[in-house]
Antibody, heavy 120, light 110 residues
Framework: QVQLVESGGGVVQPGGSLRLSCAASGFTFGSYVMHWVRQAPGKGLEWVTGLWQDGSHIHYIDSVKGRFTISRDNSKNTLYLQMNSLRAEDTGVYYC?????????????WGQGTVVTVSS | QSVLTQPPSVSAAPGQRVTISCSGGSSNIGNQYVAWYQQLPGTVPKLLIYQNDKRPSGIPDRFSGSKSGTSATLGITGLQTGDEADYYCGTWDSSLSNVVFGGGTKLTVL
């Protein structure tokens, strides 16, 4: 079945780095736009970044521009999020999400999430 | 503060109908499709409605979506205790070049 499995979360000090991974299975990964969405503790959903199938289009929320980098390896069916210069406000659950077909801009499949905690 | 505005909470009795509103502007809801997500306590968000009013396979027809101008509405009929969850609207904002979500609405089934 269609599945997304995130990994790479953890506890990191402010200013530190983490690399999140999202392993996809059950569908043709290279045919879909992929995104990262996060949720701070007790808060709502916040879209972070999205990447087109061929890497030709990338968008980021302003608060992570210059610090986070999204990438993908279609041969490995894996999405990545490199997070540098982490701040306390980056703390939360990070979800990998698949965009609906034909650039629908909704998220029809979500991973279980990986927890990122930025704290000294 | 979210770009899309939702009421923080709504409540209704089992079996009744409830609506959740999502208000935006011309750069988002006014010119883009709207999606709705359900997040049951302690779980991952799930797509309920896409392209304003379409339901993914497996979503019961108790859930419906509509859009008018710069606002969208999620309707839920025949409320069940299992519908207690947080509900989020989401869309693309062409000015921000971002996906934007509403702040979420907590549904309580009394």
């Amino acid at each position: 079945q269609v599945q997304l499995v995130e990994s790479g979360g953890g506890v990191v000090q402010p200013g530190g780095s983490l690399r999140l991974s999202c392993a996809a299975s059950g569908f043709t990964f290279g045919s879909y736009v992929m995104h990262w969405v996060r949720q701070a503790p007790g808060k709502g959903l916040e879209w972070v970044t999205g990447l087109w199938q061929d890497g030709s289009h990338i968008h980021y929320i302003d608060s992570v521009k210059g610090r986070f980098t999204i990438s993908r390896d279609n041969s490995k069916n894996t999405l990545y999020l490199q997070m540098n210069s982490l701040r306390a406000e980056d703390t939360g659950v990070y979800y990998c999400a698949r965009e609906g077909e034909l650039h629908r801009l909704d998220f029809d499949t979500w991973g279980q999430g990986t927890v990122v905690t930025v704290s000294s | 503060q979210s770009v899309l505005t939702q009421p923080p909470s709504v409540s209704a009795a089992p079996g009744q109908r409830v609506t959740i509103s999502c208000s935006g502007g011309s750069s988002n809801i006014g010119n883009q499709y709207v999606a709705w997500y359900q997040q049951l306590p302690g779980t991952v968000p799930k797509l309920l409605i896409y392209q304003n009013d379409k339901r993914p396979s497996g979503i019961p027809d108790r859930f419906s979506g509509s859009k008018s101008g710069t606002s969208a509405t999620l309707g839920i009929t025949g409320l069940q205790t299992g519908d207690e969850a947080d509900y989020y609207c989401g869309t693309w904002d062409s000015s921000l070049s971002n996906v934007v979500f509403g702040g979420g609405t907590k549904l309580t089934v009394l």
